[in-house]
Structures are given as C-alpha cells and as structure tokens.
C-alpha cells in the first residue's frame, strides 16, 4: 500500500514544485518517507490549503556542500538562500520530487477541520495511515478529478510501488 504524507509549504515552493521547477524537497532533518509516497502539499497561510501532491523519489542526504552541487540547481533557491537555511547543519536532506499533480480544486482549512475534527497543519510532516479520515478526504478529491485517474507500477530501487497517474 502506498504511504501518504502531508507536509507544509511557503506558496513558492509548492507553486514551483507543481510548475516543474523546483523537483526537490529540502529538509533540515530526514523526513523517513520511502520512495514513491504520495507527497501532498499545505501551503501555509495567508493560502491554507492543500494544493496537489507529487511522488516521492529515493531520499538523500550529505553535506550541504554536497546536496547543494546535487540539486541546487533544482532546489528553487539561490544558493546564498540555500547555505542560510542549512546554517549550522551538518547534514542536508533532500526528497526528489515526480509527477507533480495540481489538484483541480483546492482544500481550504476550514474544509479540512469540518472533514477532519482537530486538524491542524502539521510543522514537519505528517503521515497518514489508511484509515485516516485525511487520506480519505485526499484521495476523493483524486477520484473527483477530470479525466480518469488509474494506479500504475513505478519501479524505485528496484522496488515496485504504487504511484498515481493520469490518463489522457
């Protein structure tokens, strides 16, 4: 089964990562998540909503000298920007990004307390179990999108996961 997890935006980075720009996620800490999660994105307020998703590439992490020469240039960041954010770390954690999807329409906050009761944003990361109420939530909205939507095999280190994909 897939693993879903919802992390928490500025509105550039998700605007850029579903513009095919910025193709990393860039962490302080690792964030555990394996390869070919959905990845859905909060962008924080003044917006306060979940905008699309995208699919988790293989994890990594180094010094950020060495994430910097590896995705700078996909980062969304100057690198100045980049070496402030990562001051003081020894290491950098970087999520690649595929198959960014924006949703058709948007989850404001207030739908999501009404669906969820006691949802807030959360600070790092959250992961969602089947069950949850969240995750069910989400992948409605995938099922209410145009066009059909269908569960393909991507392959990951190897590994054969679950990845959403839409058809044309």
Known sequence: ????????????HANNILAGTKT????????????????????????????????????????????????????????????????GCKAASAMPLEEPTRLIQSVRLDELRHSVPGFHPPQFYVRMDADSPLRALLTARLAAR???????????????????????
């Open 1 to 12: 089964m897939t693993t879903h997890v919802l992390i928490s935006l500025e509105e550039r």
């Open 24 to 87: 990393v996620e860039l962490r302080r800490r690792s964030m555990h998540v394996p390869a070919g999660s959905l990845v859905w994105f909060y962008v924080k307020k003044p917006v306060a909503c979940i905008v699309g998703f995208a699919v988790a590439g293989e994890l990594y992490s180094g010094a950020p000298d060495t994430v910097w020469r590896k995705f700078g240039g996909v980062s969304g960041l100057a690198r100045k920007e980049f070496m402030d954010y990562f001051v």
């Open 146 to 168: 145009r066009g059909k939507v269908r569960s393909l095999e991507t392959k990951h280190n190897g590994k054969a996961t679950p990845a959403i994909k839409r058809l044309n």
